[in-house]
């Protein structure tokens, strides 16, 4: 039998504060981030484990603020000069552990960036004293950043991404299908995502609707729980 050919809708995607979804694991870093003017020395590091909505809320400072979000991978071929009087966000921070080249950089664009007026959210893993930072003049600097953290999703708030996700990609489904799959999934906004792209996916594939069995079976194929 022939391969059957998928057609995806665009998905319409949006991380407006809007669409930032308060609850227990974020409330007290989104209302931090709501008083970046606040900010003890105009900066603020922010921590989350991989999947607990740190880049959506860069993008909601990055609207307030008027930031310019650069990945930690990137800072080495970032022109720093060109940020200067800019608020700026760096995204995965702590990754320039280890790296001399990316430390002397994220040095010299903190220290340009506060010089001139402007505002740094740095965010990472873990805090910063666990780092592992190699640059000592960097380490005491970003060591005595305030920060604010980011606990794993729960329950309500991987619900309600996952009625945005469904919706995102036009697809009507039926509340008995999120309240099965909120316990069921990793505690991460990223692995929502892609289970609900795969799902959508394993539907078109099918030529059939969303339902609760279909998603039973792709939890059930990858080792999750079913029933």
Known sequence: MAEQLTFDLPVRTSRDR???????SNAVALAAVERWKDWPGRKMVLTGPDGS?????VEVWATLSGAEIVPASALPDTETAALAGRSVAVEDADRVAGDDEAE???????????????????????????????????ASRIEGTPMVALSPPDDALISAV????????????APNLIAYLAPRLPRSLAAAQDFVMRLDALALAEKRDVTRALAARLLDSEGGEGS
């Open 162 to 173: 996952l009625v945005k996700l469904f919706d995102d990609r036009q697809i009507a489904v």
């Open 104 to 138: 002397a950089a994220l040095f010299h664009l903190h220290n340009l960036v506060l010089a001139e007026g402007g505002a740094v959210l740095f965010t990472s893993r873990a805090a910063p004293s666990r780092w592992g930072l190699d640059l000592p003049d960097l």
């Open 53 to 57: 909505g740190k880049s959506h809320l």
């Open 18 to 24: 809007g669409d930032f979804f308060i609850a227990e």
